[in-house]
């Protein structure tokens, strides 16, 4: 079986350098993109962790993964899940996906924050 295929985009926490030693350790996986829009902001600098690209979207047409792990700021996430599921990738992020309610909609959620519940 051909591995999975990972992209990671961001490391804006911790936790995201543990998923990319545990990705590059696994041969059931393969690391195929680290993506960063704002190096210098990023825990990429004290890692030494090269970037191949400096935005999804470039990520997305350039190369061919399965996943796409998000590690960018709260408030970015939203928007890059949907771009990736947009693009018919698997979404791996931790919460919180969306900061704001308004990032909640492409969801297909309500703008009620009673109306529905997202487990």
Same mark, same amino acid.
Not at 29 to 32: A, G, M, N, S, Y
Not at 79 to 92: D, E, N, P, S, Y
């Given at each position: 079986?051909?591995?999975?295929?990972?992209?990671?985009?961001?490391f804006r926490h911790?936790?995201?350098l543990d998923l990319y030693r545990r990705v590059t350790a696994d041969s059931r996986?393969? $690391?195929?993109a680290i993506c960063e829009e704002d190096f210098e902001a990023s825990l990429l600098p004290v890692s030494g962790i090269a970037v191949t690209h400096?935005?999804?979207e470039a990520m997305l047409q350039e190369v061919d993964c399965d996943v796409v792990a998000l590690g960018d700021c709260y408030g970015k996430r939203g928007?890059?899940?949907?771009?990736? $599921?947009?693009?018919?990738?698997?979404?791996?992020a931790d919460k919180p996906l969306c900061t704001r309610l308004r990032e909640w909609m492409p969801f297909g959620l309500s703008p009620s924050p009673t109306a529905q519940k997202l487990a």
């Open positions: 079986m051909a591995p999975l295929r990972i992209a990671i985009v961001g911790a936790h995201f996986l393969e $690391l195929v400096g935005t999804l928007q890059q899940a949907i771009t990736a $599921l947009r693009a018919g990738k698997h979404v791996l």
